[in-house]
């Protein structure tokens, strides 16, 4: 997935386009570009590396101009070289564009422009949109757009100038996310909202298929060549929540920023003693009270807290649910009927196999709930329902405040659905509703002791492997804690069931192994776990508990204890990952990694 962001308006574009794309870089950073028109020449730099590491080989500031295009690369077709960075030109350098998707049939349509005598100069599938636009123009880059666009198959979010129209933008997409942002006597295009915020919170949301035209006092957005309404979204994240406000990295900011992203997510659903989703669901009860399965599908982290939500539904609400990955449930064909609600879990609201996996249960006629982050995204849009975690701009690309604040919504739901189906009694429900209002100052108050966990991350900081093993409603909880780390720190970690590690696993136990166990106190499987623990210090592993405050026996057979407040067992997951978190935090920290960017990954995965 890349960034992309355009400007056309009264100021010099180059800085304002480096800036907003600092903000993108989370996308992709392989490498990156910026082109601006002036005095009828178009004029570029872009290079690899990422942009502080580019900044310090080329000029942006040389860049003159009050229209350009911006670009940050995650490489999918072409190598990482200076080549193949964005932005792309025809063949006389009149047309520019930038572009973040995959063209299907690239090679198709290349081997047409060569035959029409078109010259290339990079190996990606971008550069073949550029020569197509020149082959359609006659003298109206927006019909030329328009006529470039029937050829052409596979996701795209564009934008485009051309020198002989050097007041204009053209921007479109399909599949892959792009947004109007709508200014003072200048107008933006960009891929997510945090690249624009510092200069307006008025965007449109372009959907697939439309064409954008901007002038520095102009918007027009048309489909089918007609001019269209839109709905003007004003965002109300300030652009100070997107920085960050005085932490090192993203990562550490966000998850920080949970127990206020945990407190705005709970803010107006929790009166009466019950959940109030009245404004957001668009389901009767009576829909509701007939459902009688649920399948959430998902991909990454949020299908860990999909599994959470399939033990919280279960055990509370007695409804059936299967989870399944976004991008096999999409190649099934699955059993699903009127009485089957679909729940979506996406932060970036974007994913590709997740919008595909609705687009598939709705062609099966389930109606779909999506807990999503990001407003107006795609997988929002084409849900019958929304409920938002507000954790605010992830920018990390490891995912840790949306994670949480997912999970938080999927509780809420589930005392929902438990109030619905009448599966638990009003004092217990009181008491659930309870504890969960504690979680956000609990949450707080381990946030403000870390130091146990920057001593325990010396242990992993010259380990290869890890395992992290939970049972129940820890088990997904080990699966987040393992992808955590192995995402930003490189180190090759598993989660698994504690009682799977006899089946197997144990055989990788040694001394050179740290083994994290979600041991916190529950009625089930509490003992079990300490048995667990038995066997791998039985084999020399090093054993880190995640244990519940107050458990004295923990601390007798573990290497290491890291104690998170006394909760509720179902919610104790919600505290539990904040210590995974941080310790992968630290751990890529001491590896001397860059935790917001970790090497082969971006922030939402809008390619299949
Ligand atoms: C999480 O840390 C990862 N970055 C990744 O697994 C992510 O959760 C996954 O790509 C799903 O993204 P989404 O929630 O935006 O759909």
Redesign the pocket.
Known sequence: MCGIIGYVGNKKASPILFEGLKKLEYRGYDSAGICTISENKTLVEKDIGKLDEIKKKVDFNSLKGNIGLSHCRWATHGKVTKENAHPHFDCKNRISIVHNGIIENFQELKDYLIKKDHKFRSGTDTEVIAHLIEENYKGNIENAVRNSLKKIEGSYSLGVMCLDEPDKLIATRNESPLIIGLGKDENFIASDVPAILKHTNKVIYLENHEIAVLTKNDVKIKLDKKKIKKTIHKIDWDSELAEKTGYKHFMLKEIHEQPRAITETLNGRLDHGGVDFRKELKFSEKYLKNLDRIIIV???????AALAGEFMLEELAKIPVEVEY?SEFRYRRPIIDKNTLVIA???????A??LAAIREAKNRNAKILSIV??KGSS?ARESDSVLYTYAGPEIG????K??TT?LIVLYLFTLLMSSVRKSLKKDVMKGLIENLRKIPLEMEAMLNDTKSIKKIAEIYKEKDHALFLGRGVNFPLAL?GA??LK?VSYIHAEGYPAAEMKHGPIALIDKKMPVMVIATKDVYTYKKVLGNIQEVKARGGIVIAIATEGDKQIGKISDCVIYIPKTLYILSSILAVVPMQLLAYYVARDRKLDPDKPRN?????TVE
């Open positions: 998902a991909c990454g982290t949020s299908w860990h976004a879990i996406s932060q970036s609201g974007e994913t196999d997740t982050n990001s997988i690309v490891a995912s840790t949306a994670f997912q987040e992808l955590k995402e990954l971006s922030k939402s995965v």
